[in-house]
Each structure stands twice: as structure tokens, then as C-alpha cells.
DNA sequence: TTAGGGTTAG
């Protein structure tokens, strides 16, 4: 009972009294403290239960998992974890749904995908939870492909399991990271056939799902459809519309928010302050900042400083920004300090970016990111010698930027590209397009922005790496590969590099083609030489 | 009387 009303001390004093621990009261401690987020407590019992030698039974288990993943992050977690999933092995529980199934959640929040792929695969009996928990596992830790790829096999004749809606949310998460639209409307299909259509996550994950892929329409009509809107459904519309450039009707959707009675939450404000970033609202910014607190009652987090930082720094107002950052009432942290490095990169300043890589380092010594950051914004200044010392920085740490990789969605099918991929059988042709493409935008004003190559190269070895990004690759496959006139959605893990920018502007007015590209921050539409972000990203 | 999977941002 007292564990029902989260009231653990009087659970705690309870249980002291209880002379003949029965497994039963054990499991509801360790129960009570894991579901109340004190995973160390809830541990800590389950292990002096093991000392006294009382046996865990098919319940223990559950809760012993769930203690380790509420628990503070630490490198031990996994340790622990992988010794929990021993003790269900050699005391013969490792045929039970449940137990099995908290374990694959365990390991896909602890990031050890293929841990959870393995005792997937060897489970004697799986269920449509347990598919669920796999293909969560693959959504979330950034294998959308496989997750898709899952959901299918478990349809499929073999397996033959009808998913719920729980499974429903994370397939069409799945979709959303890979911007895979012909699967989504499938699913959004299937969706509707189901059912499904009456819960409000599902409607939430498809609302998301058409946003993510660029489909403002299709996204904004369901959303004003939903009867019952949530806070995760308004955050959702707005942090979409900010994604696809729409900052000010992000803005109005906020306050329509409100006007509707429901509470602003710390996801909303990084959405809503995020839009304003994006659209260079700075007034409107400032504003909803200022009103946090006061109107709103939620305190400004580190996250909401830096899409201030962002904000006025991505305007040009640096000076600004770093008197927000020396004025924080809370310590700022990595992101914060990457934000303000990021503004240096836009405009090019290269005395504040060193002060704030100085601290941005000392936090985060490991994100490679960061160092391409500085060398970019050195490269840009001509620097050569300052670019050639971050790049031994990130050698004598061992670090390696994360590569660049576009995928695009052609009849349904998915083509990812690295740069300069000589397994692709089509990368000759590729390569050719792109080639004549880029002499017959020379003669019509392009010159390749190189500034990107962080080499010391000739020009035209500089520019052919430039045609070798991942972004263009992907845009020649889907220009041979996809209809007249039909969109070319294309997906990056990173941001979209200045060149790329100016390339796709280019390509969409000679070949009149509308292309998509959604890159780590936003989604740039580009129409007849135009992109919908106003070359402001 | 105790059990498993999910949505929004960065």
C-alpha cells in the first residue's frame, strides 16, 4: 500500500518490522524503490536478499532489471546487468516471457544493441511484447533500418504476430529517423485498417512521423483532426513546424497551446525557443524565455540556454550570447558552450570560438564533433597551421569525426551513401552526373565552396572531394532513379555543409524538382533555386 | 497481494 502512494520511507519502516521476510515482501520492496526511481536502494536490497540466501523467484527478476535502469548511469550498470542475466540462466528462468523481455529492455537502454538482439533471438517463445521491446530497442539506439526491418519479419508468414499499438509507436518512430515517408503512409494505412486510429500515442507517433519526412501538410491535417490533444501531441506539431522552417506558425501554435489549457512543459520551450532560433525570432525568443519561469512556472534549464546562445548568436548578436552564457544562474554545460562555437562558425569569429572551445573541451574531451567545429571555423580564416593542430589534437586523442552518411527512400526501398563508396555499383554514373552537373552550374555562378575541406589541397583535388558528400551522392541516385517531377527526400546524420546547400539549390531549378534534405538539425525544402530555410541554418 | 514493450527536444 505504502509503496502504491510512493511513500517509500513508510514501505521501508514496514518492512524492517516484518520479522519472516517472505519472497513476497522482498520482491514488493525492490518492486516499490525501482518503480519510484531509487534504483541503488532497490539494488541494494536485492543483494543482501541474495546474501541471506533467500532464492529470487520469476518476479525478483523484473525488478531487479528495472532497479539497474532507473539507477544513476554509471560503467558498472552493465556489469551488474550482465550478472543478473546469469543468475536467470543458471537458475532456469530464461524461457519466461516476462523476464526475458525485461532483459532485452535492459539492454537496449544501456545502448548494447546486440546484447538484446542475441537473447532476442534465442528466446523459445516470443510474443508481440517481446517483438515490441526488440524493435524498440532498435528504434531508439539509432537502427531505425533494423527496426523496420523487424516489424516486417514479425508480420510476415514465419512469425505471424498482429502488432498492438505499443509495437505501432515505435515502427513509426523508426520511420521518423529515417524520413522513410512511402513506409509511413503504409503503415498510416495500416494504422486506419486497425483501428488504431482511436489512440492517441499512435495518432501522436504518425502526427510526428509525417513532420519528420517533411509532410507539414499531412502532419498539421491529422493534428487538427485529433478530438484529444496531449502535451506530447502539441509538442510534437510545434517542434515540427520548427524542423521544417515554419518558426513563426510554431510561435502561434505555441500560444494556441496554452490558449487551450494545457501546461508548457521543458520540451515545449527547447521546441518553441528552438523555432525562433531557426526563423531568427530573436524578440519573440527572448520573450518566451523571459516568460518561462514567471508565467510558466518551469525554471530554464541548461538546454533552454543554449537555444538562447543559439538564438542570438545564430543572429549575429555574439557579444550577446556570451553575456547570457557569463550570466547563468546554473553552471553551463557542453551544450551551452557548443552552441556559442557554432555561432562562431556562422560568423566567422574566430577569438570568441577559441574561448569557448577552451571550456568546451574541458567538458567534453571525447566529441569529436567539437574539434571539426574549430577546425572549420580556422579553415575558414585561412589558418592552415591552427587547423593542422586541432586535426593532431583529435589524432593524439584517438577521436574520429563521425562520417558523413545520406540515405534516400526510392520506390519504398532505402539507399544509404558514404562519401566516395566504391562498392556502389552505380558510383562511376554517380559520379559522372554530378561531374557534368556541377560544369553546367559553373557556367551559370557556382563556385565550389571548398572552405569545407579541411585539407590543404589543390583546388581541384578539393573539389572532387566535395562532389564525393554522402548528400550529393544520394541526390544523383535519386535523380536517375526516381520519376520526373516526383520529390527526392534525402536524409543526413549531419549537418548540411554550405556547398551541398548551394549545389541542391542549383540541381532543384535545373532539373525543376522539389528536394527535401533533412539534416541533423532541420528539414531544407528546396524549390526553383530556393530553399525554405533562407539559406539561414 | 508482486511481472514485460511505446510517443515529444537536445
Redesign the pocket.
Known sequence: MYTEFNSMDNARYVFDQILDK???VW??II?GFALAGNGEEALSLYYRMNQIGIPS????Y??AL?AL?VSSPSVSLIRKGKEIHGHILRHGFES???????L??MY??FGCVSYAGYVFVKMPE????????II??Y??NERPFEALQLFWEMMSETFDVI????????V??AC??LSALGQGKLLHCYVLRKGFDS???????LV?MYL?CGSLENGRQIFDQMVKK???????I???H??NGYGKEAVVLFRDMIRSGISP????F??VL?ACSHAGLVDEGKQIFDSMALLHKVVP???HY??MVDLLGRAGRLEEAAKVVEGMRIEPGP?VW??LLGACRIHCNVELAERASIRLFQLEPVNAGNFVLLADIYAAAKMWEEVSKVKKLLEARNLQKVPGCSWIEVKRKIYSFVSIDELNPQMEQLHALLVHLSSEMKEKGYVPDTRVVLYELDQVEKERILLGHSEKLALAFGLINSGKGETIRITKNLRLCEDCHSVTKFISKFTNREILVRDV?RIHCFREGFCSCGDYW
Open positions: 517472505t519472497i513476497f520482491n514488493a518492486r523467484d520469476r518476479f525478483t523484473t525488478f528495472k535502469v519466461y516471457v516476462h523476464i526475458v523481455t525485461t532485452i529492455d537496449a537502454r516470443r510474443n508481440v511484447v517481446s517483438w515490441s521491446a524498440a530497442c528504434a531508439k502488432p498492438n499499438s505499443v509495437t505501432m509507436v515505435s513509426l518512430q521518423a529517423a489512440t492517441l500515442s499512435v495518432m501522436n507517433s510526428n519528420k496531449d502535451i506530447v501531441s502539441w509538442n510534437s510545434i517542434a515540427g520548427a524542423i512543459n521543458i520540451i515545449t527547447v521546441s528552438g534549464s541548461v538546454e543554449a537555444c551544450t557548443g552552441s538539425n
